[in-house]
């Protein structure tokens, strides 16, 4: 089954403790993106990726990493995670063409706390 | 800086009748429009979309409309049913003209269905 799958699920950290929430897809898409969603915000772009090794910034970057060493993996890292970064996160892939119509499938999303 | 814009929190509707969903959006470099439709404890799920070369576009009981000169797009459901119950999301492809945002999916704020039987 074509699918983006991120883990973990649910995770409550405290403050300052790095994390990595891991996202695979299995479609062989080049773009690969990050969100966060938050009540009244709506889905905001953290980074994305258009390729292999290619990452660039969102509209939310700060207190965030990513990488993209092999195509199927994007992982997203928090440093030093803050309350302020408590949210529902998601992952998204796609294929990449030049005429727009690039359509994202997402994964199931991961809530994050940090108290 | 919110460059995509749903100004209706949430909409109720009655099962049968016409569900009319709007967004707003401030980049005249957006040059491809998507809806995606999320249910609880889900990933958001692609439903339609329209080219900025369009003003209509159908699939079913959805259809999208744009209004390029009022930088405005809605999308009606029609009939409506429980099952479309969930938020609605429209989003924007940047066509990156401007030099920077050339891979930037650009989100609203989300609209909730709530269609009645």
């Known amino acids: 089954e074509a699918q983006v799958t991120q883990n973990p699920r649910y995770l409550i950290t405290v403050t300052g403790k790095k994390l990595t929430v891991t996202c695979s897809q299995n479609?062989?898409?080049?773009?690969m993106s990050w969100y966060r969603q938050d009540p009244g915000l709506g889905l905001r772009q953290i980074y994305y990726s258009m390729n292999v090794e290619v990452t660039d910034k969102g509209d939310v970057p700060e207190g965030y990493k990513v990488s993209r060493k092999e195509k199927r993996n994007f992982p997203l890292i928090l440093e030093s995670p803050s309350p302020n970064q408590t949210s529902l996160y998601f992952c998204?892939?796609?294929?990449?063409?030049?005429?727009?119509?690039?359509?994202?499938?997402f994964g199931a999303g991961s809530r994050l706390t940090v108290l | 800086d919110q460059q995509v814009k749903q100004n209706s929190p949430s909409l109720s509707v009655q099962e049968g009748r016409i569900s009319i969903l709007n967004c707003d959006y401030t980049n005249s470099m957006f040059d491809y429009f998507l809806w995606y439709k999320k249910y609880p404890a889900e990933g958001p799920t692609f439903l339609i979309s329209?080219?900025?070369?369009?003003d209509k576009n159908e699939d079913g009981r959805f259809t999208v409309f744009l209004n390029k000169s009022a930088k405005h797009l809605s999308l009606h459901i029609v009939p409506s049913q429980p099952g479309d119950s969930a938020v609605y999301f429209c989003a924007a492809w940047d066509d990156g003209a401007g030099g920077t945002s050339y891979g930037k999916l650009t989100f609203g704020q989300g609209t909730i269905l709530t269609v009645h039987p």
């Open positions: 479609m062989n898409h080049e773009y």
């Open positions: 998204a892939s796609s294929l990449w063409g030049l005429s727009g119509a690039n359509v994202l499938t």
């Open positions: 329209i080219s900025s070369i369009k």
